[in-house]
């Protein structure tokens, strides 16, 4: 798949950022001389690559050349990247398939019908986008103002960043914030065509001030599973966990289920996580 001059600014801004993060010292590499900017020289990341020193120039600067899978293992390697950011590496580099732009999702009745299942513990399915496409009534509760009657479907990044009462629910806002814009950087890069994450990364850029701060941080992140701090209207804080399953034939599409941890188990619960 060629890379498109937006890929190409996000794969620039991308290898700069994680090259800026390394210091000679870390990577094993002798101080030269005096350094105007922070991290690796260019040429040292190539030299521990492997790879020119020019080509590599050429690479970060965006210019239209194509990286083959060997040459971004290599420097994913060089670069210390864990997996999540390895894989978005190779697809800002053009190693994966191109999203199809702009349908909204569909979520089968089975698949729908789950979410309710599961009361009442706090459950949903999530799009790729965030958009919400199924809960059930304790969801609705725990996180106050997420669900609503607009016309646009309900979008959890959109009431993370652009709604207030999300920073009474999430009681640690920043880190749980700061996750979901990494874990949302990650799924655009797959769908560089898609005009449904263009629309919603310049939605959360016009409201958000924190996103303006912290997108050209370029921060990546796997969806996972773990613990949450929440303060539920009614029962007031608590400690949740939660589990996400990702949809056998849309993995993309997540159920994220909560479970109030100071809850005592009763044997009745269906799940212990979301």
Wanted: proline content about 7%; overall charge neutral; cysteine-free.
């Amino acid at each position: 798949m060629p890379t498109q001059p937006d890929q190409r600014r996000q794969l620039s801004a991308f290898l700069r950022s994680r090259r800026e993060r390394l210091t000679p010292d870390e990577v094993g590499l002798p101080r030269t001389g005096r350094r105007r900017t922070p991290g690796l020289r260019r040429e040292e990341l190539a030299l521990l690559a492997g790879i020119s020193a020019t080509w590599y120039t050429y690479l970060e600067q965006g210019r239209k050349i194509r990286a083959s899978e060997q040459v971004l293992n290599a420097l994913a390697a060089a670069l210390r990247l864990d997996r999540h950011e390895r894989d978005h590496l190779l697809q800002l580099a053009g190693h994966a398939s191109a999203a199809e732009a702009g349908e909204h999702e569909r979520l089968t009745a089975e698949a729908r019908a789950v979410p309710l299942l599961l009361q009442p513990h706090p459950a949903y399915i999530i799009g790729g986008t965030y958009d919400v496409l199924s809960h059930n009534q304790a969801a609705r509760e725990l996180f106050p103002g997420l669900i609503t009657e607009a016309d646009r479907p309900a979008n959890f990044a959109r009431w993370v960043f652009l709604e207030a009462m999300a920073r009474d629910v999430l009681i640690d806002w920043e880190p749980e914030a700061r996750g979901l814009l990494g874990r949302l950087r990650t799924l655009a890069a797959r769908h560089p065509d898609d005009p449904r994450y263009t629309r919603l990364i310049e939605d959360l850029h016009e409201g958000s001030p924190q996103v303006r701060d912290w997108w050209p941080q370029y921060e990546v992140q796997a969806r996972h599973s773990g613990r949450k701090r929440l303060r539920h209207p009614q029962r007031g804080a608590g400690d949740y966990a939660y589990t996400a399953f990702h949809l056998a034939e849309q993995p993309e599409q997540t159920l994220v289920v909560y479970a109030d941890s100071s809850e005592p188990p009763d044997g009745s619960a269906a799940v212990t996580g979301d």
